[in-house]
């Protein structure tokens, strides 16, 4: 057996982890909940009464604050690291029912979301530690020092350029219903799928809507020379909370990403783990 088959067939092995497939359907529930209180921060901020910033990490400090909170954070941050795990497993050895060009695409699609779970998962362990959990600072603060270095301007607009590009493909998936590949529709009854359908859409739009001006202001601040615009989800926000009709259309945006905490929780029932 060739090195990379045995490193396949000890991940798919591990990846039949029963306890893996727990953290990581109790994972979604975590993730859901945090994309809540990111959506109730994007309605503050639409109508101007945010004290936080409108993103995962102002999610997760508000989850902090509350009865249980440090001890809700630490269990979203386990869950989130579990699917980080899976999804990881997926990436070296997974999507067996695909082949060609369409495995190496699901595959790499699962590398992407190892990345964007462990980034989660330590933004709640910093948060769980109260290290420095403000995400849209330490944009900020990254953004101000590659800037200062040779090429660093271009690299934060290709960082833009990529983000931009993820908000995309985020409106792009969820329009065209690919998440659906991933559910176990054959189990859900009639209502029960039109209601994924009808949340995934809605929040994988509104996802990709959010990045994609996240990603546009980055490009903007490299091009401008100005890292305070280069803060994320949270500049992204407020940036569309002033323009024309600013207040409804972040308000649209919201709910669209509480249809996605939602539609997390359908996941951990129906997912394919």
Not at 24 to 39: D, N, P, T
Not at 122 to 132: I, M, P, R
Not at 212 to 217: D, K, N, S, V, W
Not at 232 to 250: C, I, K, N, P, V
């Amino acid at each position: 057996m060739s090195l990379t088959r045995s490193a396949e067939a000890t991940a798919s092995r591990t990846a039949d982890s029963r306890w893996l497939e727990l953290l990581a359907r109790a994972g979604f529930i975590g993730y859901g909940i945090v994309h809540l209180l990111f959506a109730w921060l994007a309605l503050q901020i639409a109508f101007g009464t945010s004290s936080d910033d409108g993103d995962q990490s102002g999610a997760l400090r508000t989850l902090s604050e509350q009865p249980l909170g440090k001890f809700l954070v630490i269990a979203v941050a386990v869950g989130l690291l579990a699917m980080a795990i899976w999804q990881g497993l997926e990436a070296a050895a997974g999507h067996r029912a695909e082949r060609g060009k369409e495995r190496v695409t699901e595959r790499l699609a699962s590398a992407g979301r190892t990345i964007v779970y462990l980034y989660f998962a330590w933004t709640a362990f910093k948060v769980f530690s109260d290290a420095g959990s403000n995400s849209a600072d330490s944009q900020e603060a990254l953004t101000g020092k590659l800037m200062t270095s040779t090429g660093g301007r271009w690299l934060v607009g290709l960082a833009g350029l990529v983000v931009a590009a993820i908000g995309v493909g985020l409106v792009i998936y969820g329009l065209k219903k690919s998440f659906e590949k991933h559910l176990k529709t054959g189990e859900m009854s009639p209502k029960t799928r039109t209601l994924a359908r009808r949340l995934g859409i809605a929040g994988y739009v509104a996802k990709g809507v959010a990045y994609g001006i996240a990603g546009l202001l980055v490009i903007v601040a490299a091009v401008n020379y100005d890292p305070k615009k280069a803060r994320g989800l949270d500049a992204a926000l407020h940036t569309l909370r002033e323009q024309s009709y600013g207040t409804f259309l972040l308000t649209l945006v919201a709910l669209g990403i509480a249809c996605f905490g939602v539609y997390c929780f359908l996941q951990s029932r129906y997912r394919k783990v």
